[in-house]
């Protein structure tokens, strides 16, 4: 079990473009035994990174999750080099892991891009936040969160413990603080069904959910920020919707996430500072939802986003009935 971040997305060499991860995948935000798919995203651009020269910065990882992953199996990274030019490389990484039966499966494919770092910018721009989040000084990091509202009788001592079993993972490598503005931060990621936001009422579609967060520990390498942030990145977008329809994983009879797109701005991210993530789900239907995570630095330029699809299937009657 990995206790750091750069544990979690390290990767050794087995030749030129084959490598394992070195620790096995954590699970998070799901009852049964399958990887977090951000330990996934993490590790595939670490060993993509690792086949570049060190002046390309990652500007982009996109690819598609074909099936789930075990906690019990290291995963392998086969990477083809497609693209290099005095400006840009292109890596397409294939991730597989040896299942039970000996046999291995692949579990996702991404083609991570990178460029050599520009010089000048004709134009530099962002969009801000939807919402006015408070400060990360003023937000309370998960634990005090999750300890004020069992001490207001809002969540009972057992539902916090299920929460805190979810989504330990994200806590052994993160600080995290909720922004009392959003909606997850208040519903424990819509786990407290019954507990009111300060955006009930609103259009799903107008919800917002933000945090603030850094890496509790230091990073080796500046491409290892980019693994970890991807790593971050792909959490809570595939449960979203759920979560700002004060609805939980036992609601659905499927979700997970199908694909992603991984976007990066900034060429000197720092994982270890303060950084503040929105979220918020734009469409669903024909069984898939499409939701979006935005970042922004502390002193507000944005630095990178996530966008997924995710499969959200409603929940079988028989089932729904023997719960």
Known sequence: MASTLQQQISVEKLSSDL????????????????????CAVGVGIEAASQTVS????LYS???????????????????????DTRTFATRVVEIGQEQHDGVTRLCMIMVVDFQVKEKDSLLVYSATPQTRYSPVEKCLDTSETIRGMVSKGEVTEELAEVFRVQFDLLGRFFECRGTPEGVISNNLNGLAKGTKTPQDGMDLTSKTSADWFRCSHPLEMRCSHYAGLG??????????????????LDDAGACSSLEFAFRLFD????????????????????GRTYSESRLWDSEGNMVANMT????????????KAAL
């Not at 490598?19 to 951000?38: H, L, Q, V």
């Not at 060190?54 to 910065?57: E, I």
């Open 267 to 286: 060429t000197d991210l720092d994982l270890t500072r303060w950084h503040l993530r929105e979220m918020k789900t734009v469409t669903g239907g024909n």
């Open 19 to 38: 490598f394992t991860s070195c620790f096995n995948p954590g699970r998070m935000g799901n009852t049964k035994n399958i990887a977090y798919g951000g």
């Open 308 to 319: 997924q699809q995710s499969i959200l299937r409603p929940l079988n009657h028989k089932r």
């Open 231 to 248: 790593f971050i990145m792909d959490g809570a977008l595939s449960f979203l919707p759920l979560a700002h329809n004060a609805m939980f």
């Open 61 to 83: 990882a996109m690819g598609n999750y074909l099936g789930p992953a075990i906690t019990e199996r290291k995963l392998m990274c086969s990477i083809r080099r497609v693209r």
């Open 54 to 57: 060190p002046n390309y910065v």
